[in-house]
């Protein structure tokens, strides 16, 4: 089709003109704070890796960042309070495991979609769970524990975190993948649950790594396997399961940004770009390996099909299980 000099001017123009202006609205985000939603209490490890990216983010955009803890249903309540939010970038959900993959399968009625809902920015994070056994049980590794399970498996038993956690749900893909039987005693958290490891009245455990570290080098507990695909660069000696029989097993805890579905690309270009740049200074690797957490700082396409694949295989765990909340 024919078109005139002037109307070939007039298109460069427009384009250039847009061109220019997506580069000055990017440059002018952020222009007043930001919000990072943390679905869990102060504290925590969750918590505390939002705050050392938001001091990151503060310094550089020249905008306070600021960690607003909203706790409640599981990450649920934070989670869909930022879903729900203005597509602006300036609401940010760091959410983790529970919030955009178990409960997809765990509740009865979620009020947001994990991937549908939200703008993937970058999975920040994944965590070691370690299962461990008393020193009384005769088993050094996986593969001589589940031997021991398949011989006698009514004299063993394992507490988590809790119903519907991540520790109970990893555990129960192991048990199914390795034919096992295993009766599960879910604890209010790792505390009492450590206690009763070190005790002798529970015979395995599942639970955080850190949690379980100096009860470990101490020679108190035993390691059995981490649920991280790789080794822990924290622990580099440690085994995980899925080298000890079960390739590909991956049942670890996560922690990943995103905003809310509508989010301008432009906006979460520079998020990305700026979280990425963040989580990969050394400091912050530092921090997070002292926590026993291992950067990741995947890109939007990358994290939205690590979603998708997650929320699939944690299904997996929650029909295994039978777990359920109203």
């Known amino acids: 089709m024919f ?5 070939k001017v007039a298109l460069l123009a427009c384009s250039l003109g847009a061109a220019a202006l997506n580069a000055q609205t990017t440059a002018d985000f952020p222009n007043k704070p930001v919000r990072i939603v943390v679905p869990f209490p102060a504290g925590g490890a969750t918590d505390i890796t939002a705050r050392v990216v938001a001091e990151k983010l503060s310094a550089k955009w020249g905008q306070a960042v600021i960690i607003d803890n ?11 309070l930022v879903a729900k939010s203005a597509p602006d970038g300036y609401n940010i959900v760091l959410g983790v495991t529970g ?20 703008e993937p920015l970058t999975q ?33 038993a394992y507490g988590s975190d809790g119903n519907g956690t991540g520790s109970h749900l990893g555990m129960e893909i192991l048990k199914s993948r390795a034919g096992v039987q295993l009766t599960h005693i879910p604890y209010k958290g790792s505390t009492p649950m450590i206690t009763d490891l070190l005790g002798g009245t529970l015979t395995v455990g599942i639970t955080g790594l850190p949690a379980l570290q100096q009860y470990i080098k101490a020679g108190k507990l035993k390691l059995i396997g981490l649920t991280t695909p790789q080794r822990s660069p924290s622990y580099p000696d440690y085994k995980t399961v899925a080298e000890q029989g079960f390739p590909n097993f991956n049942a670890a805890p996560w922690a990943g940004f995103l905003v809310p579905k509508g989010t301008p690309k432009h906006v979460v270009d520079k998020l990305s770009n700026d979280l990425i740049e963040a989580l990969k200074q050394p400091d912050v690797v530092q921090k997070m390996n002292e926590l026993g957490s291992t950067v990741v700082a995947s890109r939007p396409d990358e994290f939205r099909q690590f979603l998708i694949k997650q929320i699939e295989m944690w299904s997996e765990g929650v029909k295994i299980s039978g777990a359920t909340v109203d």
């Open 3 to 7: 078109r005139s000099p002037l109307i």
């Open 70 to 80: 909203k706790p409640g249903a599981g990450g649920n309540l934070g989670s869909d």
């Open 99 to 118: 919030s955009h993959a178990i409960n997809t399968s765990l509740f009865k009625k979620m009020p947001y979609h994990p991937v549908n809902d939200f």
């Open 124 to 156: 920040a994070t994944i965590f070691p769970n370690a299962i461990v056994v008393n020193p009384q049980v005769p088993a050094n590794n996986l593969q001589e524990l589940l031997a021991l399970l398949k011989k006698d498996p009514s004299k063993y």
